[in-house]
């Protein structure tokens, strides 16, 4: 069904002004632009395929209620999971234009999930009208380059210390010190590297039992750095 004014009630109004794309519009701003016949809400069950990779992107579309899978299938068959996509995220925007405009990845509902769904050529006369929409766009498509990019960076070190000493020497980098705490669980880094959760642990316990760092909880020191760094070799 169309989106309807009466439709975009507090809950979804809160959903909405957190969703990257419409960050710092008000009420009567996202109504505005939502509001009409192209712009529908569809609901997708569990385990429902939203989208194949390789299928065209014809929409636009904003999860508002569960949460979606993304994974990539390998030349060998095996499934790997790229990430989680929860409320209020966009699908594969940095998709919608360009000459390969196809989904990179398959979307799944990992429980049952609510879509706003917005016609490509419908949002591109959003951004039009709309200067916040536009930049709020292209900021978005910049920080799915750079997440997109670290994870390839993190895909292509053959072994999982390897992907283990890139990722504490970044956020080494980022903190400017050689002591500081994980921003990510094992689970995460598990998924952000494509192995399995228990590989990460005993990567982890082998640095620390090499005395190249020093992990108490997700508090980690790094005890010698020229050691990891010459695990990227």
């Not at 880094?189 to 620390?208: H, K, Q």
Request: glycine content about 8%; aromatic content about 8%; some cysteine.
């Amino acid at each position: 069904m169309p989106v309807r004014m009466e439709q975009i009630d507090d809950k979804l109004f809160d959903k909405l002004t957190g969703c990257p794309l419409f960050r710092g519009l008000n009420r009567e701003e996202i109504a505005a632009i939502l509001t009409g016949s192209s712009v529908r809400i569809r609901t997708f069950r569990k385990g429902s395929v939203i989208a194949q990779a390789g299928e065209k992107v014809h929409f636009l579309h904003l999860v508002i209620g569960g949460s979606v899978k993304a994974e990539m299938v390998d030349y060998a068959g095996k499934v790997i999971k790229i990430e989680d996509i929860f409320p209020p995220r966009p699908l594969a925007p940095a998709f919608l234009f360009g000459s390969q405009n196809s989904y990179p990845v398959n979307l799944t509902a990992a429980e049952d999930v609510q879509i706003l769904s917005i016609p490509r050529e419908a949002f591109l006369g959003m951004m039009q009208a709309s200067q916040k929409v536009l930049l709020n766009f292209i900021n978005n498509v910049s920080s799915r380059g750079q997440f997109l990019s670290s994870k390839i960076k993190f895909l292509s070190f053959s072994t999982i210390k390897g992907k283990l000493a890139q990722y504490l020497l970044d956020i080494s980098a980022m903190y400017g010190a050689g002591h500081f705490l994980l921003p990510h669980s094992q689970s995460q880094l598990s998924e952000l590297f494509g192995v399995a959760r228990p590989s990460v642990g005993r990567a982890m316990g082998e640095l620390n039992r090499e005395g190249i760092i020093r992990t108490e909880g997700k508090e980690v020191r790094i005890l010698d750095s020229a050691r990891l760094s010459g695990l990227l070799r």
